[in-house]
């Protein structure tokens, strides 16, 4: 990991797996994240998912690229092409992880690029798909 990376700064991998398991036991427990889980059970379901975005999100803030070791790329809009995403999804899944990183009580400037990170890319991955 690179010295001062968002990872880094987060508080490291263990800080990252106990954000992304907050943020999938709201995907599993708050009404938001309703059809988000709907949408994980068509693929691999949420333990799949759960250690599949720890992965990723590892490389993406700056540390480890388990993700691009285990699959060879970093393409996020491949890994959703297939799923159909509407902006109400990109809005639950935001709010949601907005939540876990309360919880978590991160805060800073690091989270803050975090969080324009995140909401760029979930309306990117907007695609409104037929179900």
Known sequence: MSAGS??????????????????YDLIETDPRGA????LHFRGHGLNHVRQEQFDFLS???????????????????????????????????LELMDQAIVDGGHSGPHVETM?????????????????
Do not use: S
């Open 59 to 93: 490389g993406f803030l700056g540390g480890r690229r388990y993700y691009l070791e285990n699959h060879g790329n970093m393409d996020w809009r491949l890994m959703h092409a297939h799923v159909p995403i509407r902006e109400k999804d990109a809005e639950d899944w």
């Open 35 to 38: 059809n988000i889980l709907r």
């Open 6 to 23: 968002v990872l880094e700064q987060l508080g490291g991998e263990q800080a990252l797996r106990e954000l992304v398991t907050r943020f």
């Open 115 to 131: 969080r324009a990170a995140f909401r760029r890319i979930a309306y990117l991955l907007v695609n409104e798909l037929p179900e």
